[in-house]
């Protein structure tokens, strides 16, 4: 090797202790890049150095003028691991740091592979060997330094000065302001920090560092100091004694977040140098494609949690199943979070950031996923870092909504903005701005694109509002939480339920915003009170000032959606053109009220009608009551005597009906609309049940009572097949009239689909609609391949279904149910349908389950499996409460 390739391969490090320069040669195998990774080692975060220390004894070295020996280094410093192959491998690998200041802290370790510093710190410990015995003490040996070790301990020097500098300003700003306050000065000299930080400047120069101020240090410089200085760890234990029975696991986990997300920030600041720039090469579990630093921090937020022993269960936006911890790492919290939200802007260095929500476990469940899918009404506390010029934590508590800005000098997160409330419209810094993607403005739906357009182009004299738009959610909404305004994602033809996750970006940010003073919701509801039923379940979200989010909610109101059509038509697979014929089954003794039929008729004939109305706007008009009886109602015991008393007794009434008077069937209901509410009743034009209600809109025109649906009303003579005179008249006045004369058999054909349904979903102008019936009729009929078919339904309730002839109906007889039989012949109505209901049936499957010893309803199923089917010939139903049984039925049951 010449001289000067000695020369190229020396390092030349001042000796701290000395004064002096030694220069150490690299060893052949070792090259430039070599000694690059080595040096990089020493370029790691402060939160890093600290994994390396040098112990309390580091001072002996300065002051002690004798040589540096082997066992020396190998007792001061804590280690890279070591191993006795280290000088035949020479691999340079990283590896982890260990925290001990244990003497036999070598002999631990070998064990693990050798690393960079393990190879540096052993080739010096053998070089000073070797040179010891060959000088035989006849002079001074020199001082030899680890140049990557000194690196860091100067390193960890500066930190320590640093922050002993900030704590010495910080007393002598104190000093001075009780001083100004004892000669009663009116101006202090400091400047609190704002409660909203309106420019991120502002931040910054409220948590600025200053060197320790000298004696001619003017006030000026002093009033850049916060003398507060509250840390979230503080502030958080603060929070804690207003709960006794607080046990500290919160802050823990919330020291575990703020670790992941300093390291976040750090990997976003060099994302551009450590080439963590571009895509990962795959995608998340929704589909998004991965960046680099999408998967680098899903694991650090991973990793974190699970080593903070604080956590249940964890959801993540990366991962598409839930994260389970393992069980001796587990605490009490359930955390959902976005660990990367807004990676599609990353290259552009546009501002991103993280979200998270914590719940606590509920007591006595053992299923983690229950655990996750709660909604935000439950959280304990949420909050999203924002990365940008600064890196601010916005932490909501069920006490309120604080910032804390990071102050990369000492490394801790600094209370910046206090009690952060949502400005109201007119306030001091509220500005008049909506955040949402004008470029999907095509695919919006009615009710977005008319509240959007008010705001563009408002009435008068008012200004409009302006659009900002980042695409980063934690950027949007941080702007909406600082100058109001409202944030907008709503659902698109393309996406009905937009793209925003429920548990881990719209329910954590909606509690933000709610606990700020603002408000949310996905159009019609709260977003804390939706009920997620998966972890990536999807939702429409608005955000921000109140007086915004009632607006969008009217508009919505006022253009709500045909739910059930449209979410097939979004399909796009769903071809109605190919559907020829349409019936269907409605919830039996429900009733429906109409005051005209004008805009119902408009359905069928008007072929110009605008394309955004629903058919809630279409029909909002035409009724003359807006909420209508259904069957739980069970409020008309009065009604119900009288309607026996009108034939002679629940007997006579059974024998006519088929039915005793029940206070859920439709007839007491009508009777006492038209008691209670005449005006109401004088305006309806026709009553109608759920099912020939439906078919009506699909017709576009009042469609009659199906026969077997019309036998719950105690108003039908069952085996006439009309109207009963004696029923009616006792109900209401001119009822024939408005319930109509005509009654159509099931399974009737009544003509063709509106053309409302042409024009807007694309049915076939063609298709037949058949008349609807009950929904208990219904189940049975599907069920039932002939009269002698016994069909049970399990349900809330579980009813037994089957057939009777007419002319064996009970003569005796005022519990259970007879029917017109949807089977029977149209011309031949001798065939009844008997029904029995069993009250709460499924509360009282829950009760067997438990006393089987069954923990879970698929543990139950395989027990029932196991039997013989249909129990060798032996049926029975285990009931608590019966509803519509004959009292004297007596079994046992097997």
């Not at 140098?273 to 991973?302: M, P, R």
């Not at 006492?672 to 005449?678: D, H, I, L, R």
């Amino acid at each position: 090797m010449t001289s000067q390739e000695q020369s190229n391969q020396s390092l030349h490090v001042p000796s701290t202790h000395s004064g002096r320069i030694r220069s150490h040669s690299l060893k052949p195998q070792h090259s430039r890049l070599d000694y690059a990774r080595r040096k990089s080692a020493a370029d790691i975060s402060q939160s890093m150095i600290s994994c390396l220390e040098a112990t309390r004894d580091i001072d002996e070295l300065e002051k002690s003028t004798r040589a540096t020996s082997p066992s020396w280094l190998k007792r001061r410093f804590t280690l890279f691991s070591l191993e006795k192959t280290i000088f035949e491998k020479r691999r340079m690998t990283s590896d982890c740091l260990y925290n001990s200041n244990d003497k036999a802290t070598v002999n631990l370790l070998k064990q693990k592979r050798p690393s960079a510093i393990a190879h540096m710190l052993e080739s010096f410990v053998r070089r000073l060997s070797s040179r010891k015995k060959k000088h035989h003490h006849e002079e001074e040996d020199e001082t030899i330094i680890d140049p990557v070790y000194e690196t860091l301990r100067m390193a960890a020097e500066t930190r320590k000065r640093t922050i002993a500098n900030y704590l010495q300003q910080r007393q002598e700003l104190l000093n001075k302001q009780a001083s100004l306050n004892s000669q009663g000065s009116l101006e202090p000299d400091t400047q609190p920090v704002s409660s909203r930080a309106t420019r991120q400047s502002d931040i910054n120069s409220s948590v600025r560092s200053k060197p320790p101020p000298s004696a001619s240090a003017s006030s000026s410089d002093l009033n850049l100091m916060d003398t507060e200085c509250c840390t979230v760890t503080s502030f958080v234990l603060e929070q804690k004694k207003k709960y006794p029975g607080a046990t500290g696991e919160l802050t823990i986990l919330l020291n575990a977040l703020l670790t992941a997300i300093k390291a976040c920030a750090a990997a976003v600041r060099k994302a551009g140098i450590a080439k963590l720039y571009g895509l990962a090469g795959s995608s998340n579990t929704t589909g998004d494609d991965q960046k680099k630093l999408d998967v680098l921090a899903n694991e650090l937020f991973i990793n974190m949690l699970k080593s903070s022993y604080t956590v249940y269960v964890m959801a993540s936006e990366e991962n598409e199943n839930m994260i389970e911890v393992e069980i001796s790492r587990q605490g009490k919290y359930i955390i959902c979070f976005d660990p990367l939200d807004g990676s599609s802007n990353i290259d552009c260095l546009v501002t991103i950031g993280s979200i998270f929500g914590i719940w606590k476990k509920p007591d006595h469940v053992t299923n983690p996923m229950d655990c996750i899918l709660q909604n935000g009404e439950h959280l304990r506390c949420a909050g999203y870092a924002v990365y940008g010029s600064a890196c601010m934590l916005v932490l909501a508590t069920r006490e309120g909504v604080n910032g804390f800005t990071l102050d990369p000098s000492i490394g801790e997160f600094i209370l910046t903005a206090p009690n952060m409330q949502i400005p109201k419209q007119g306030e001091k810094g509220s500005q008049k701005i909506y955040s949402i993607n004008e470029g999907y403005a095509k695919y919006w739906d009615k009710a977005t694109t008319e509240y959007v357009k008010s705001k563009k182009f408002p009435e008068g004299k008012e200004k409009p509002f302006a659009n900002r738009y980042v695409g980063s959610m934690v950027a949007d909404v941080h702007r909406t939480l600082l100058y109001g305004g409202i944030f907008l994602y709503p659902g698109s033809k393309e996406a009905k339920d937009g793209k925003i996750r429920l548990l881990y970006e719209s329910i954590p940010m909606a509690y933000i915003v709610e606990k700020a003073g603002g408000a949310s919701s996905d159009g019609q509801h709260s977003i804390l009170t939706i009920q997620p039923k998966c972890i990536h379940q999807r939702s429409p979200v608005f955000l921000g000032q109140k007086e915004e989010i009632e607006k969008i909610e009217q508009f919505y109101q006022q253009y709500p959606r045909d739910v059930v059509l449209q979410k097939l038509s979004d399909q796009k697979k769903f071809d109605f053109s190919n559907i020829v014929g349409i019936s269907g089954c409605g919830q039996q003794h429900g009733s429906v009220y109409w005051k005209t039929k004008t805009e119902l008729g408009s359905l069928k004939t008007d072929n110009n009608r605008e394309q955004s109305l629903s058919l809630v706007n279409i029909l909002k008009s035409s009724f003359s009551r807006i909420d209508c009886p259904i069957w739980m109602d069970s409020s008309t015991t009065n009604e119900c005597q009288s309607i026996e008393k009108s034939v002679g007794g629940s007997q006579n009434l059974f024998q006519i009906t088929g039915s005793k008077a029940y206070e859920r069937f439709t007839g007491s209901q009508i009777m006492k609309v038209a008691n209670k509410t005449p005006e109401i009743y004088e305006q309806t034009e026709r009553i109608q049940l759920i099912s020939n209600f439906v078919t009506s809109i699909l017709l576009g025109e009042y469609a009659p009572i199906d026969l077997s649906d019309g036998s719950g009303m105690n108003l039908l003579d069952i085996r006439q097949c009309k109207w009963s005179k004696a029923c009616l008249d006792i109900c209401g006045k001119d009822l024939e009239t408005k319930l109509s004369e005509k009654l159509v058999h099931p399974r009737t054909a009544l003509g063709n689909i509106a053309n409302y349904f042409v024009e807007r979903y694309g049915f076939n102008s063609q298709c037949q609609i058949v008349s609807f019936t009950g929904d208990n009729p219904s189940s049975y009929y599907a069920l039932a391949s002939d009269p002698k078919t016994i069909v049970i339904s399990l349900g809330t309730s579980d009813t037994v279904m089957g057939a009777i002839s007419a002319n064996e109906m009970p003569k005796q007889a005022l519990d259970g149910h007879l029917l017109v039989n949807p089977l029977a012949n149209d011309r031949e109505n001798t065939l009844l349908m008997l029904l029995l209901c069993f009250k709460n049936g499924s509360l009282v499957r829950e009760r067997v389950r438990e006393e089987t010893g069954s923990k879970d309803w698929h543990e139950m199923s395989v027990l029932l499996s196991q039997t013989t089917p249909s129990n060798q010939g032996f049926i029975g139903f285990f009931y608590d409460d019966h509803e519509i049984l004959p009292q004297n039925i007596q079994g046992r049951f097997y």
